[in-house]
Nanobody, 119 residues
Framework: VQLVESGGGLVQAGGSLRLSCAAT????????MAWFRQVPGFERQFVGI??????RIADAVKGRFTVSRDNANNTLYLHMNSMKPEDTGVYYC???????????????WGRGTQVTVSS
């Protein structure tokens, strides 16, 4: 399984971005797909997860970010609105068999895409 993120960039506070994660290979349809983010010097932070109609969003971004998935095209999305400077970081997508916010349970990761929110 290969995951490739795209859509990152520089945005002003209050703005929006949509990240994409294209998945190729033998992706289990039963697997969860998730977004994490990381700032240098800090642990990888859970953002959101989806499988079918099940979604979970981290409290830090609830009401501003949503996760969606296009199963036909094996693409995961992260829709980010009302962005804040503290949303800055490298955003990673991942896939695994568990509904969990713990990075160690995810078997496959993308290389990440940088998101920078200016104040």
């Amino acid at each position: 399984v290969q995951l490739v993120e795209s859509g990152g960039g520089l945005v002003q506070a209050g703005g929006s971005l949509r990240l994409s994660c294209a998945a190729t290979g033998r992706l289990h349809v039963s697997y969860y797909m998730a977004w994490f983010r990381q700032v240098p010097g800090f642990e990888r932070q859970f953002v959101g997860i989806i499988r079918g109609s099940t979604t979970r969003i981290a409290d830090a971004v609830k009401g501003r970010f949503t996760v969606s998935r296009d199963n036909a095209n094996n693409t995961l999305y992260l829709h980010m609105n009302s962005m804040k400077p503290e949303d800055t970081g490298v955003y990673y997508c991942a896939t695994g068999a568990m509904l969990t916010s713990e990075p160690r349970h995810y078997a496959y990761w993308g290389r990440g895409t940088q998101v920078t929110v200016s104040s």
